[in-house]
Structure formats: C-alpha cells, structure tokens
C-alpha cells in the first residue's frame, strides 16, 4: 500500500468537482439551518406547549441519521402523490434540494439546542439592564442577547460546523458526487482505496483547518473584551 | 455640597401636599412570587427632587420593591404611578414610564463585550435612535461627570469594580431620566471603590435629581437622604425624616437592625 | 410488514452499533481527558502534539481515518512495532479499526470540552482542597470530577449521540451494523423504507434512553445547586 | 486447510441474506459446493461490493466469490477465474420511446448507473458529456427514481434488470433496447477472483467448477434461484 | 469574651523577643507575577497566640502574602518559617506547614456538591484517614461551635453567606491548626451576617489561637487585634499595636486609608 502521486494529480479534477459539490450542498444548509434554529431555540425557552414541540423537534431531527432523512426526503416523498404530482416535483426531483431539506433539518436540531445554551447563559442582570434602559424585548433580542450569546456558543458552534462539514458526505446515498463520493469513485475505478481517500482527507483536512483558524480569529475579535491585560 | 432641596417631605408618606405631583406614588401594592408574599400593602411617595433611601434586613423586599416601579417584576395588585403616568401592563404604558427612570444595579450589570463608550450609546442609539455623534458626545459628556472619562474605550471587565458601577451611572444618566433608582450600588464594591460611587451619588443628588436608592451606607443616608424608609417582611415598618430615623427608630426591629450596621 | 428475520438481524447489527459507540465513545472519553489534563497549562511540547493530533482528527473524516485504519493500520503497527525491534503482525479487524477511528476522532472533540469545563470550576475549589490536605487524586476525584461533569454533562451527551450515529458510516469497511443491516433487508426485500425506518426508531429510542439517562445522571450532578428560580419571562420575545 | 472467501451479499438472486441471518443466493451456494469438494474449510465473509478487490490485496480475503467483470484495470490487479456467467448489459428505457444510441440520439438523457461500474465507464467512453449521468450505490435506488421520473434509462446486466425490475409490478412500461453490450472491454464472461500470486488456488477452483458444472449441479443449484441459463455448458443439463 | 493573651506583641516585628517560637517568621520575602512585583521585601513576624489584622487599598499585596504562607503561591525569594518549619517547594514540607495553617477565605469555597457535614469531614476523612464516625462526630462539634449544627445536611446554596462564612471557618478548625489566616471573610457578606461571622472569630481569637486576618472591619481590628499592619504596593508600610495604629498612624497613606474606611 502506497500513495501514489500521479493518480493524485490525475485525479484532482475530479476531487476539485466533488468539493465544489460540498460546498453547494454545505452553504445554503448552514444558513437555512441557522434561520430556522433561532425561533425553535425561541420557542424552547419557554415554557409550555411551544417548548414541548421545540423540545420535540429537536429530539426527533438530532436521533434520526441523517443518511436516513435523505432517503426519506428522496426516496420516499416521491411516494406520495401531493409531491409527486404537483409543483413540489419541480424541486423535489432535484438531489441539491433534497440534500438541503435533509440537512437542514438535522442542521438545525443541533443549531437550536446551541442557540438555546448560549441565550440561557446570558445573564439576567444584563438583560434587565437592556429593559431598563428602555430597550423593546425585540431589541434586546437582537442587539444584546444574540449578540452575547453568540460568544458563548462559538466553540460548540465551531464543533457543530467541522462535524457537519464531515457529515455532507452523507449526500452521496441520494446520487450527489461530494468529496467523498468523487473518492470513493476514484477508488472504485482503481482499486487503490488510500491514494485518493488520502487526497480527499487531506483536502478536508485544508477546509476544516481553515474553519477553524476563521473560528480562532473570531473568537480573538468577539472576545476581546475577555483578553487579560 | 448637599442640594438645598424644593420640597421638604413630611414622614407621613401616606397624605402629601397637594399642589406638585410625587414622583413616585406607590399604592397598596401587592407582589407574590408564586405563593411567597413579597411585597404586603405597600404605600409609598416620593416627591419631585427627594431622596429616598430603603433599607431593611435581607429578603425584606426592597429590591422588589424597585424593581415593580421599573416593571422589572410585575405587581398583583394596586397601583404605581410615576410622574402622574399609570404604570400598567401596556407595553407602551411600561416604555413611558421607563423613560422617566434610571437604573442602577448592585452587579453594575454592564454589557461585557461592548466597550464602556458603546455600553452608554446603546440605549441613546437603539432606544432613542439619536446620531452615532450626538450620542457618543452625550455620553462622554457623563463619564467625564463621574470621572471614568479616560475609560471610554476599555472592556468593563478592564476596570475596578468602582469604575464599573460610575459606568453604569452614567450609563441611566445619558437617557436624562429625572428618576433614578438605586439597588444596593455600593454592596459589591471594595472599601476604596464605595467612596467613589458614594461621592458621586452626593453629587447627584446635589443637581435636585429624585433618587430613591437601596442601601446600608448609613453614611450616606444621614447625610444626604431626606428620608429613609425602613422595610421588614414585605411591609414598610417606618417611613420618617433621616434624621429623625437615627435619632428616634420607634419600633424595635429597626433598633436592633441599625445597631447590626452601624 | 417486516419479516421478523429481518428485525432479528436489525437487532443483531443494534447489538453491534451499541458496542462500536459505547467502546468508542469510552476511548474518546480517556483519551480526551488525557489531553485535557495535559493541555490544562500551556506548554510547549504538549501544545504542539495536542494541535498536531487536534487538527488532523477532527480535520479527516472519521470514515477515512477508519479506512486507513482498517487496510493500513497492520502495517502502521508492525513499523511501530519494528522501530523498537520487535516483528509483530497484528491483522486489524474492522471492529478495531472502527472503535480506535471513531475514539481518537471523538476523543479530539472530548478534550476540549471536558478542558473547557476543568477551566470552569472555581479555581477557590482545587485552592480549598489543598488547604486542606486532601491529596491530588483524592481531590480531582471527589472535588473537581464530579463539579466537571455537571459543566460537561450537555456537551458530552450531545458527542455521544454523534457518535453513535457515526457509526453507520463505518460499514463500508466491513462492519455489519444495523444501518448496513438495514441496507441489506430493503436489498433483499426490496421494501426499503420499513427497515431504515426501524434502523430509525433504535436511534430514537437511543436518544430518548440517552435523555433519561443524562437527566438522571444531571440530577445527580446538580444536587446541591439550588434550582434555578423560573424568573418570569419578561425577556423572551 | 482454511479459505476466506468474500462476497457481495445483497445481490438478489446471486447472492443474500434471508431472513433467518443466512447468506445465500445461487453463488454462496455454488461456493459452498466448491468447498466441499475441495475439501477445505470455507468461510464466507460479506462485504460491500468494492470493499471487495481492496480487501483481496490486503490479503483479508484469499478470494472473492462474486461476479466480477474482467475490466482491463481489474485484470491489471487480480486474476479472473473461468467464466460463472454470462450476462450482457442492456438499456432499459420506457417502452414508449425510441433512442438511437448515438452521442446525438443520447443528447440530454439523464442516465442512472450504479457508481464505479463497468457500465459507467462504458456510457463515458461512448457519449462523453452528451449523457447527464447520474451515480446510485445500489440498482434499488435507480429502479426507484426510473419510476418516480427523475431518469430517462439506466444500462444494466440483463439478468438482474429482468429479475428485478422488467418482470415486477413497477417495470410495467419499461422495456430493454439497444441489444446486447458487453460492456468492460468487450470480454463476455463474468468470473470469481484471486490474488495474481493465488495462481495454483484459482486453478484448483476452476477445475472443481469444471466438475459441478458437467455433472449438472450447477444447473440443479440455479435453478433454486431463477430461470435463466447462465453457461452455454448448461445445455447439456436441459 | 476577649482573650488574656499570653505574648504581648512588640511593635517592632523585625526582632521579636526570643524565647517563644514565632508562630509564623517571613524574612526579606519578593514575590512576582510575570515581571510584576507583588511583594517587595517583606519582613513580617506573628507570635503564638497573637491576632494580627492586615490591611490595605486593593490590590496591595495582602491576599498575595497570605496566600505564599501556605504556598497557595510560590514565593521567589526569603524565606518563610511556620512554627519554626521552613517552607520550602518540597512536597513534604508544604504539606507539614499546611498542617498548621487553617485557611478561610472570602468566597468561601465550600464544596457544593456536598452537604455541610460532608464538606466538614471530607479533609478529615481523606487526607486524614480518620474513621468515618469519628470525623462525623468532630465535625458536629465544631459545626456547633459556629452555631449552624442544625445545618449539617443542607447543601451550602441552601444556606445563607454569614451560615456558609461559619461552615467555611468550622471546616477548616476541624483539622486542628494552630494557626488560622483569613482572607476578607466578611467581604462577600450582606451588613447582617458580618455580625454573625465577626463574632464566631472574636470568640476564637479569645481561644488563643494564632490568627492573622485580612480585613477592612476596624470594629474588629480595634477590639480584637493585637497589632495591624498596614500594606501598600506590596510593602509593609506600617505595623503596630492596634491602638497605636488607630490613634496615631505615622504616614500619610495610613491617614488616608482610615478616614475612607472608617
Ligand atoms: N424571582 C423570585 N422568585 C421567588 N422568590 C423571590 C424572587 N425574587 C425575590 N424573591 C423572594 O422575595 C423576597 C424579597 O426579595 P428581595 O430581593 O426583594 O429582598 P431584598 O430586600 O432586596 O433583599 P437583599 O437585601 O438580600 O437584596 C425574598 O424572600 C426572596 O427570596
Ligand atoms: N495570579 C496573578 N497574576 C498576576 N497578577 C496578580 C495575580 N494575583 C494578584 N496579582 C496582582 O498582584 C497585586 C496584589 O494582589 P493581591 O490580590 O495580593 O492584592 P490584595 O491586597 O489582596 O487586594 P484586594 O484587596 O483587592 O484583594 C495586584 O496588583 C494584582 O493585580
Ligand atoms: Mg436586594
Ligand atoms: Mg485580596
């Protein structure tokens, strides 16, 4: 078992092919996803029949593998007539929309149980501080709570985003060609299982890197205020 | 440097003069938190200009007290009004009256991640949506007043404990409130840092701002309240001019009590 | 409806994504508090092995890492093996190679959480006990453990069901867990989507049995801090 | 003497697992009669598809007992053993249309192939991009998006696409076209699969398939799972 | 309720009469975090059975002193003697030294995932090695010493600060030291409790026990207190007999300080 270099360099127009793929399925999922957690986290931190159905959705999305949820939204929509025999068809028979429905709702399980730490560990005195000051709640929501909450959560947020970046190869079941899958079809051509998963891991290992030196820098500039001096 | 104040308040807090509208007029207010009996029946004044200080053993209610004026906590039952305003459950009733107060915390309660500059522009520029300009002016206008002007571009977490809660003056002062609440501002402070606080609070009360605040510096009571009103149990045991309130303590609980303080 | 067959060997591959996860998530959590203790203080050589490790096993997705585990890791052992001068030939099973990939992926996760948590407790409470005598161990232990795991406690429930579900991925190398169960009942049967969807239920009911769980063990934890007062929610929108 | 064989297991009818956990299906069964006759003790490990070939290199399996395509690539890595089946590929496509297989014919169909399959190569090296291909991990999916409308056609092995998908319910309207292909560089048979330096071991299973086949139990084997002839030698057991 | 203490302190610390060992003896003692001087050359002597109160404006060196003496910090250079035994960094040493030093501090620090009693017997039982009953039955005791007996199976967050300010103070005597060091443990408290927690040390300092206290309570430091000494940037700058101390402080820092804290 060795790398080879030429069928690495053969085959990095494919990988290339199969990161961009990445990215399309990732990006619109971590923003849809991220839209979608806030009113759950909301609606978490209250109390009574919304928390429970918060509570319930994340519970449900976080258990169920995600492999599975893109089969379903797939395979197993298209079962029913109201998908199959009317305008949903038109993004339903796309595999891009498919994926994103899928992720996203996984995505957003977890985003809102983050979402929901990070505005519980904001202190009550501040926020009444807000309120005194004549803030509305809504302002107070935006300007000091997210913003606030968002500095807490960044580590479990960076956890989450590398997890989710790994876990878009899980698009290749519902015929999308991401990282993975473009290695995999490499390996499948030519047997040799370890140069392009070694050229796919090192390509994921670059964009994580990335991430997380971003997540560094982020986390320098939002916590600034925490710097010993 | 004690204010030569307008209108002398007289002890019975209950029937005032006629003529000026209170400040503060607090009404057979009732707070439960669950089935705890918090606030019991409490009728209070305050006038146009006076200073009001509460103090009380703890779990007396004088933070809850507060902190129903400000709607901080919902009261049950009877009334509040500030400036003549209803205090109601109307979110716009709530808005005007949180205009005319104040507030000063015992944690200062400044907002971590913002610079002390920005923590006195937030509300000027959100709340009251002023120009970026005229509000930072504005609000180094006040730190200069309570002397943390060269702080202005610092984290609170960057100053003394002091310095942080003269911040937070200055923070309620930008919004010219002409109330101003205070809740045990000098508790969390070290003994150099309460000097500090306490000073400007004199200097405060000395412009014939209302101020109504919580605390045990009985310093700063004999000197410059023009009442102090004594809480126990929910209920205010007595009400009376500070220095009759030193001199003459009627019930026993408020004996015992400044005996343990002073 | 699903024939009962089927459901056993569904049960059969539970049995075996129990095992990979728990193993798993037990290496991660000893290999996690390894580096979270050791990182603690910063220093160098520690620093610069726990980035090396840090970067690459949350950087590789844990299937590769099981992959290279599983067709490459005989010979990584036997040339580790060989520069103390021993010729060993161990055949890595794909039961190894997945609980060590999954381990060292998540234990990478672990180590900054249970850090951040150790860095969480009140520095006065390992002063406390040092005033007092208790020994090191006895005082991590007694003392800081158990003030750990009440901070921890979320994050690390949150890891144990990502692990868990990770291990479906790893049947590509040979590891017949119930997703690959799954696959080959909707192969066979060609009824797809009641075996995934009974592949589903196990995760369900696992992360409802986790939320019991971790309740239980939350109470526990929580014991002597006073619940939190419901304050009113003036605040919430 | 002890044998790893691997094989594919979710392959119906060649090769599965029933309910009661059992791997069978007609090349299992072939397998384990090889073994008795060969007198060695076999051991039949399941395994994705292309977990197959990398796990034979490695030396975790002694040899693989799943029809394998003699691919030139293949052929460069491993050794084929003597033909189990013949199967020609075909077009599936709705029994409505007509396409001329041409790189104009084939402008903007959308093509369902399994991923890595000797089949993909093959509409690669015919159509190039004039084809929309799309890649699934198993012909379950594909047969499931030709009905939901996401496909035009798939090419597929003959055998399987009848038994699977012309023959059942929801293959109605659908038909083969295009005639036979044999896709993989051309070769027609289909073999089990050993490691180049296995050359003795393959001999031995060749010939001892030699024997199951003439003595007709290869047929009598088949016939447990489906109707049509694999082998031209078969014939001779009608 | 005062003690009659045996060893009349001398003013002068530097050289005390010989005889009786010093309880604790510092010598020339630096200390520095990073390239910050903490301690600059401490000389500091405690006699057995004396009360000592240190004080000084924050961030003086007060908590760093007290903290070296039981090696809860490192020093860089001098020396530190308790009960004539040098602490040094081996482990043994500090370990024999801790052995003499009860510690209590202004947060409290108790344990609180353990009741009252267990955080009590938790040390006597660990680094003791004392029989479960035993540690439960001298817990008991010095939990009714400090007057929260009927407290012992409450967790801390169920009692009150003066109650967890007694329980902290109790857990350490436990261990029997013959010297106690307090860091600020009334600071934290509310007006109230000081009371409580000022008079369970009053009423050990009666025992003889040697006791140095970080404190801004001069109350205390006036009745209690045989001498005070009086930091500022990390130097002694006064030390004397309390009377002395407060009736006639020799620099003008001192003069300062106590017109603010008074
Ligand atoms: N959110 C709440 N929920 C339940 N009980 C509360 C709440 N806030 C306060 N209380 C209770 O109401 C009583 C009065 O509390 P309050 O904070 O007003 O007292 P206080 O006089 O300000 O005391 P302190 O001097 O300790 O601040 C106390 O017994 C307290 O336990
Ligand atoms: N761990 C540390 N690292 C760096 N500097 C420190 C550390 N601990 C204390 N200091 C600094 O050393 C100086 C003395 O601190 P120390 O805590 O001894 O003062 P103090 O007299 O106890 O003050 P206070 O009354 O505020 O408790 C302060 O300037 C402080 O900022
Ligand atoms: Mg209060
Ligand atoms: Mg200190």
């Known amino acids: 078992m060795h790398y080879d270099p030429i069928l690495a360099w053969q085959s990095m127009p494919d990988l290339l092919a199969g990161t961009a793929t990445t990215f399309a399925v990732l990006l619109p999922v971590l923003v849809l996803g991220l839209l979608l957690a806030l009113p759950i986290a909301l609606a978490r931190l209250e109390t009574g029949p919304k928390a429970k159905a918060a509570a319930g959705y994340i519970a449900f999305f976080r258990g169920v593998p995600s492999l599975v949820l893109l089969y379903l939204v797939y395979s197993g929509l298209p079962q029913l007539s109201i998908v199959r025999d009317t305008f949903l068809w038109t993004f339903f028979s796309n595999a891009y929309f498919c994926a994103w429905v899928g992720l996203t709702l996984t995505h957003s399980g977890y985003m809102a149980e983050i979402i929901r730490g990070g505005l519980a560990a904001v202190p009550t005195g501040v926020i009444e501080a807000s309120t005194a000051l004549g803030l509305t709640p809504r302002q107070t929501l935006f300007r000091l709570r997210l913003p606030m909450a968002a500095r807490y959560v ?76 | ?93 709530v808005a005007r009256v949180r205009r005319q107060l104040g507030m000063v915390f015992q944690s200062f309660n400044l907002f971590p991640h913002m610079t002390v500059l920005d923590n006195c522009t937030f509300a000027l520029r959100r709340a009251l949506r002023m120009p970026a300009a005229q509000a930072e002016a504005l609000a180094r206008e006040y730190l200069a007043k309570v002397n943390v002007a060269n702080q202005a571009d610092k984290y609170p977490a960057g100053l003394s404990g002091g310095q942080q809660q003269r911040v937070a003056i200055a923070r309620a002062l930008c919004l010219k409130p002409s109330i101003m609440l205070f809740d045990e501002p ?77 | 409806m699903p024939q009962m067959g089927f459901v056993e060997q569904l049960g059969i591959g539970a049995l075996m994504t129990i095992q990979v996860a728990v193993l798993s998530y037990l290496l991660a959590l000893a290999i996690g508090t390894v580096f979270a203790l050791a990182t603690l203080k910063r220093r160098l050589p520690v620093d610069v ?22 067709y490459a890791g005989s010979g990584m052992i036997a040339s580790l093996f060989s520069l103390v001068g021993l010729s060993v030939t161990v055949d890595v099973s794909p039961f190894a190679a997945a609980v060590a990939a999954l381990g060292m992926v998540y234990g990478a996760y672990l180590a900054d959480i249970i850090r951040s948590a150790i860095q969480n407790v009140p520095p006065g409470q390992f002063e406390a006990a040092r005033v007092l005598l208790v020994p090191r161990p006895t005082a991590w232990l007694f003392v800081i453990l158990p003030q750990v795991l009440r901070l921890a406690l979320p994050a690390m429930t949150n890891m144990w069901i990502v692990v868990l579900k990770d291990t479906a991925l790893i049947s590509l190398i040979g590891l017949k867990e119930i997703m690959a169960y799954a696959k080959l009942a909707s192969g066979v049967t060609k009824e797809p989507f009641i075996y995934y969807m009974l592949a589903s239920v196990f995760f369900l009911g696992m992360t409802a049995l986790t939320y019991v769980v971790s309740q239980r063990i939350e109470q526990w934890t929580q014991r002597g801090y006073r619940p939190v007062a419901a304050k009113e929610r003036a605040h919430a929108l | 003497e002890k044998l790893v064989l691997g094989n594919e297991g979710s392959y119906p009818p060649f090769s599965m697992v029933d309910a009661s956990g059992k791997l069978t299906g007609f090349e299992p069964e072939l397998a384990r009669e090889m073994c008795k006759r060969m007198n060695v003790e076999c051991d039949i490990v399941v395994m994705d598809f292309k977990g197959l070939i990398p796990a034979l290199l490695q030396n975790k399996l002694d040899a693989v007992a799943t029809q394998t395509k003699p691919l030139p690539e293949r052929k460069a890595k491993v050794l084929f053993g003597r033909p189990i089946l013949f199967n020609p590929d075909s077009y599936v496509v709705k029994a409505d249309k007509d396409y001329t297989f041409t790189r104009e014919g084939m402008k903007g169909v959308r093509i369902g192939l399994q991923r890595g399959s000797a089949q993909a190569k093959y509409i690669d090296e015919q159509f190039g991009d004039a084809v929309e291909v799309v890649f699934y991990d198993n012909p379950d999916q594909i047969r499931l998006d030709l009905t939901s409308g996401r496909l035009d056609m798939s090419l597929g092995p003959k055998i399987s696409w009848t038994n699977e998908f012309l023959t059942k319910p929801q293959g109605q309207g659908w038909k083969f076209a295009g005639g036979d292909l044999w896709t993989g560089g051309g070769e027609q048979g289909s073999s089990w699969i050993a490691r180049k330096n296995s050359q003795e071991l393959l001999d031995r299973m060749d010939k001892t398939i030699d024997t199951i086949i003439a003595d007709c139990t290869f047929t009598k084997l088949r016939k447990q799972f489906m109707e049509v002839e694999l082998l031209p030698e078969e014939a001779a057991c009608r």
């Open chain 1, 154 to 229: 960044l580590k479990a947020y960076q956890n989450e985003l590398l997890i989710m970046v790994k876990s878009t190869s899980a698009v290749s079941a519902i015929t999308l060609v991401d990282l993975t899958a473009a290695a995999n079809t490499v390996f499948d051509y030519t047997y040799d299982p370890f140069t392009p998963l070694v050229t796919a891991a090192a390509i994921y290992w670059c964009i994580v890197n990335l991430m997380r030196t971003g997540f560094t820098l982020a986390d320098r500039k939002l916590n600034r205020h925490l710097a010993r001096t």
């Open chain 2, 1 to 93: 440097m004690n204010a030569i104040v307008q209108i002398p308040s007289t002890a019975d807090a209950g029937r005032r003069a006629a003529g000026l509208q209170p400040a503060i007029s607090v009404n057979r207010l009732n707070k439960f938190y669950g089935s705890f009996h918090a606030l019991r029946d409490i009728d209070f004044q305050v006038a146009q200009g006076e200073i009001v200080v509460l103090c009380g053993p703890s779990g007396s209610g004088k933070s809850s007290l507060i902190r129903c004026i400000n709607h901080l906590e919902r009261h049950d039952s009877g009334s509040i009004h500030v400036n003549g305003m209803e205090l109601t459950r109307k979110a716009s009733d």
């Open chain 2, 186 to 262: 000098t508790s969390a402070l070290d003994p150099e840092s309460v000097g500090s606080v306490l000073r400007i609070m004199e200097e405060l009360a000395a412009t014939g701002i209302t101020m109504v605040c919580v605390t045990h510096e009985m310093g700063f009571a004999r000197r410059v309240a023009h009442r102090c009103v004594f809480m126990e149990n929910g209920a205010i045991v007595e009400d009376a001019h500070s220095a009759e309130f030193f001199r003459n303590p009627r019930s026993d609980r408020l004996k015992g009590f400044l005996a343990q303080v002073l």
């Open chain 3, 49 to 70: 092995i726990w980035q090396t490790y840090a970067s690459i096993f949350t950087g590789v997705p844990s299937l590769l890492v099981a992959f290279l585990f599983y």
